[in-house]
């Protein structure tokens, strides 16, 4: 959390009256759990298409499409997504059945990936036929073909290994934007290449405020794509050992890794 005092009360004019009935800016703080874990989900696992949203937390986990045809009788193909979406609801799952008949399929395709919803059933005539219902996956858009007999389980096996795919992707992804530096030269390159920097560090906030400085002037000489000062972000939980290393801007001996980042 954030202690913002009234300074963004005074930007905006948030107001109040007092006990006293005095017109007051208010004094603010800034939670970060709640929407900022709602923007890193969109930031992280969203793509060209839209959404993706893990399966533990989609309003709508699976959506039941009928692929309709012109000249054809719908009512058995809308009674079975009915009756597949029942069963999976009755399992408690969030479902939801798209039998809009205003639109094209590959609109409904379109629509429902844009929100990220993990998974969609496609269920057209000679699928009915063949006893089978095609599954579709949001976050790597792989298809296979499942028995409705088995529908409820191919559902629950899909959405645990969506999570596990999602949660590797952040992994990874974490993984390949944390660079370490040693040296003030390694720590600028990453620093400009957009990465978050971890470091040997000698605690020092007078150092800090030197790193802030410097790092902003050199990323506006070089040009970077973004530039700004770099300030640190957090102290690993996790600590290797600092003995024998030194603090990569000022040369005194560390005390304890840190991690940095640019500030916009």
């Not at 599954?135 to 409820?152: C, G, T, Y």
């Not at 970077?224 to 996790?238: D, H, Q, R, V, W």
Request: hydrophobic share 40%.
């Amino acid at each position: 959390s954030h202690q913002l005092g009234r300074n963004f009360a005074r930007m905006f004019d948030i107001q109040f009256l007092d006990e006293s009935m005095a017109t007051q800016h208010a004094v603010q703080t800034s939670w970060g759990f709640t929407t900022r874990s709602i923007g890193i989900l969109v930031m992280v696992h969203g793509d060209d298409k839209g959404l993706v949203l893990p399966p533990k937390v989609a309003l709508t986990q699976v959506v039941i499409l009928p692929i309709y045809f012109k000249n054809n009788d719908n009512v058995a193909l809308n009674g079975k997504c009915q009756e597949i979406a029942q069963q999976l609801r009755a399992a408690g799952l969030r479902v939801e059945v798209d039998d809009r008949e205003n639109y094209t399929a590959g609109w409904k395709f379109n629509d429902w990936e844009m929100k990220g919803v993990p998974l969609r059933l496609e269920l057209g005539p000679k699928d009915l036929e063949a006893g089978e219902v095609k599954v579709v996956r949001r976050v790597d858009n792989k298809k296979s073909q499942a028995p409705i007999a088995d529908v409820l389980a191919t559902v629950q096996a899909e959405l645990a290994d969506i999570h596990a795919t999602m949660l590797e992707n952040a992994r990874k992804k974490l993984h390949d934007n944390t660079l370490t530096a040693e040296t003030w030269d390694e720590f600028m390159a990453h620093v400009n290449a957009l990465k978050v920097v971890r470091t040997p560090w000698c605690d020092g906030r007078e150092c800090e405020e030197r790193v802030k400085e410097r790092s902003a002037a050199e990323s506006k000489e070089q040009k970077s794509e973004l530039s700004g000062s770099a300030k640190t972000l957090c102290k690993p939980l996790e600590q290797e050992s600092v003995e024998g290393k030194k603090c990569f801007h000022c040369g005194e001996g560390a005390k304890t890794w840190v991690l940095w980042g640019r500030s916009y």
